[in-house]
Structure formats: C-alpha cells, structure tokens
C-alpha cells in the first residue's frame, strides 16, 4: 500500500479487526512500564504514526477512561479498536493487548510452586521486595498528582485511616465513597474542559443496557456466588475491577480483600505473583490471570485464569460504553468532576495502606530485604530505570541474598 493510500484509508477512520489485531498485538509484547506509559505508546503508534485519530480527540478519550473506574489504558484500547473497526475491532484490541502478558503470567502461575521448592525461592522472594519498590513509586507519583493540596491530602490521611479500621472491601467502599463526598463538598473542580466530541458506534440504548448490566452483576453476582465456585470466582473479580480508581496499582488492595483475607492464596504468592506482573509487557490487570490459576480453590489452572481476566476486565468495559454517549456533557459539569478529585484523593490513601500492609509486612523480614527495596524505589524514581529491568535484578538480588544466608 502506498503512502497516498494509507493517509486516505486513515483519514477515512475505517479499519477492519485483522488490522487492528496485528497493530495491538505490536502493543502487547512492546508496551512496558504501566499505564501513563501504555498511553504513550498508543499515541505514538496510533496518533502520531497512524494517523487514526487526532490529538484533542485523544486526549478527550483518556479523560473519560480516566475518569472512569477500571483499567484506563486497555479501556482507551477497547474504544481505539471500535473507533477503527466498530465492535470487532474493539474485541480485537482487547485480545490482542491482554493476550501476551495474560499468557506468560498463567505460565508463571503454573510454574512457581516448583521454582519455589528448588534454588529460585530466592528469587520469588526478590519479586515479593520488588513490589514494595513499585507499589511505592506508585504512591509516590499519585499523591503528587491527585493530593496536590491540603485538602486533598487530608482525604487520603483519613481513606488510610477508614481502611485501617475497617480492613477489606466494605472500607474501601467507604473510604472512596467518603473521599467523594468531601470532593463535593470542598467543591474544587478544575477548568471546564474543552468542547470535543468522541465518535463512537454506541447508541443510548446499547449505553443504558451495558449500565444497567453493570449494576446487575454488581448485586447479583454475591447472591449467585454460593451456588458455583465459578460464580464465587468470576464475582471477586469483577468487584475488584468494578472498583477500580486512579490506575491499575490500586487493584492490589482490591484483590487482597478477595483472594488473599478470603484465604485462597497466601500473601507469599500473591506478591511474587505482583512482581512478575511489572515484568511483562501490557495491563496490570492480566495479574488477574497468575491469581486464577494459582488458587487453592477450583476452579483454577487455565479455567479459573480465564474466568479472572474476563471478570476483571469486563465492569470497566461495560462502564466505559455506558459512558461514551453521555460523556461530552457528563464530563463539563462542575460538582462532577470535583467527586472525583475527592474519590482520586482517597484513593491514595488505600494504595498507602497496602504499601504497609500487605506489601510491605510480608515481603520485608529483615534490614537487607529493605536495602533490596529501597535501591529498587531509587532506581525507578530516580534514575527512572525501566519497571521490567529493575524486577529482573531484584530476582537476582532476592537469589543472592538466599545464597548468602
């Protein structure tokens, strides 16, 4: 194809799902580093390169997947694949970008017990301390991005304390339902956004259909959860993923509450399971993959896998095409977005929480478990070294450290 054609088979916004599959694909095995960085590969690649959408349509994109709970870079994926190719091409992305780190983590899953008993303990171990590193880089860069002020610092002080006092899911409900309120209340909402307008194949009615199965599920699934090991599975996951706010780190309390306080898989695992995901390339959430393979409870292995990632995946999808006709007037409104600088701020504060507990009490036994962290905070922070390279060497570093005794 040349030059010529390709600008007017861009320009003309139509694509079809093979197309979109092989480029996703690309962005699968490619995209490290986590999601503000995923968005920048996509920009690169389908704004920059491709030409398949302008900036101010982009940027208006990932507003709303940011707005929105769930994982915001798969969720830009999902709407970039329907803005090509329509509901296929928007399956299409979804696959292709999951597909990769998905597969290498239930791999990982399937394997860690046996690296566990023989000489790579050490550097499971090392994959535990490597997730204090990240999941406080994390804290690091949201508290200065979503508590910018004194109020809003003081909601992530008192989403610690709720979370603190009322451990699991039921606290942070509340401490985000709490930091929502008080956002309402202070009533400090940023600048009206611009007048841009996405152009995607939903109707109002497809969009009151995915809602309303949004909350559906949401309520019925922990009524259905005692009749089938499956319902009780694909329902801890699509709650955590239903409540997602402010990044894909913020999944890690979530699922604590569900797998690990549930007692289906020990805190050892589920943070060498947590450390392997920053090695691999694509969403966070296919961490959900490891985690449904790995537990003690059927279903697991490549079943319960496949019920995690598409549990996981699906509320912050269903939520997005619900939004996406009603977003160019939703998202002007002041009292809106000043709920949501207040839910962003609590937020933090449970992403605090967890840095302490879990991540930090299980993976931290000693001084030279938190040298091991703290060069690894440093490197990512500091000398901004690359997430899957600093993972690498804090395995080789948790090896070292079990050799030495």
Not at 157 to 177: K, R, T, W
Not at 369 to 380: H, I, Q, R, T, W
């Amino acid at each position: 194809m040349t030059d010529h054609a390709a600008d007017r088979k861009a320009a003309s916004g139509r694509g079809s799902a093979t197309e979109v599959f092989a480029v996703f694909l690309k962005l699968g095995l490619t995209s490290f580093g986590g999601p503000i960085a995923h968005l920048g590969y996509f920009r690169d690649e389908l704004v920059v390169r491709r030409r398949w959408l302008d900036d101010r349509a982009y940027a208006d994109l990932v507003a709303l997947c940011q707005f929105l709970p769930g994982p915001a870079s798969s969720q830009v994926g999902f709407a970039l694949g329907m803005m090509r190719a329509g509901w296929p091409g928007a399956l299409a992305a979804f696959t292709a970008f999951t597909l990769p780190s998905a597969l290498v983590l239930m791999a990982f899953a399937l394997t860690a017990a046996t690296a566990a008993a023989g000489p790579g303990g050490g550097a499971l171990h090392g994959l535990k301390i490597v997730a204090v590193a990240i999941v406080a880089q994390a804290v690091w860069g949201m508290a200065r991005n979503l508590c910018p002020d004194r109020a809003r610092a003081a909601i992530a002080v008192l989403a610690v304390a709720i979370v603190a006092f009322a451990p699991g899911a039921f606290g942070m409900v509340g401490a985000i339902a709490a930091g929502a309120a008080l956002g309402l209340l202070l009533g400090r909402a940023m600048p009206r956004p611009a007048d841009n307008r996405l152009a995607l194949p939903v109707s109002r009615s497809v969009a009151v259909a995915a809602i309303v199965a949004f909350c559906a599920l949401l309520i019925l699934l922990p009524l259905l959860a005692e009749q089938s090991r499956a319902l009780a599975v694909f329902d801890s996951f699509y709650r955590a993923g239903a409540l997602v706010f402010g990044g894909g780190h913020v999944v890690l309390p979530l699922l604590d509450a569900e797998v690990v306080q549930s007692g289906q898989i020990s805190s050892d695992v589920f943070l060498a399971g947590y450390g392997a995901a920053q090695a691999v390339p694509g969403p966070l959430f296919t961490f959900a993959a490891y985690l449904g393979a790995v537990s003690g409870l059927q279903p697991n292995g490549v079943i319960g896998a496949g019920l995690a990632l598409a549990a996981i995946f699906l509320p912050g999808f269903l939520l997005l095409v619900g939004a996406l006709p009603f977003w160019d007037r939703f998202r002007t409104m002041a009292k809106v977005r000043s709920l949501m600088q207040g839910a962003n701020a609590a937020v933090v504060g449970i992403l605090a929480a967890a840095l302490y507990s879990p991540v930090f009490t299980t993976a931290i036994g000693n001084p030279r478990d938190f040298a091991l962290a703290a060069a690894g905070f440093v490197a990512l922070t500091a000398w901004n070294a690359p997430p899957w390279t600093v993972v690498g060497l804090s395995a080789l570093g948790g090896a070292a450290l079990a050799l030495i005794g």
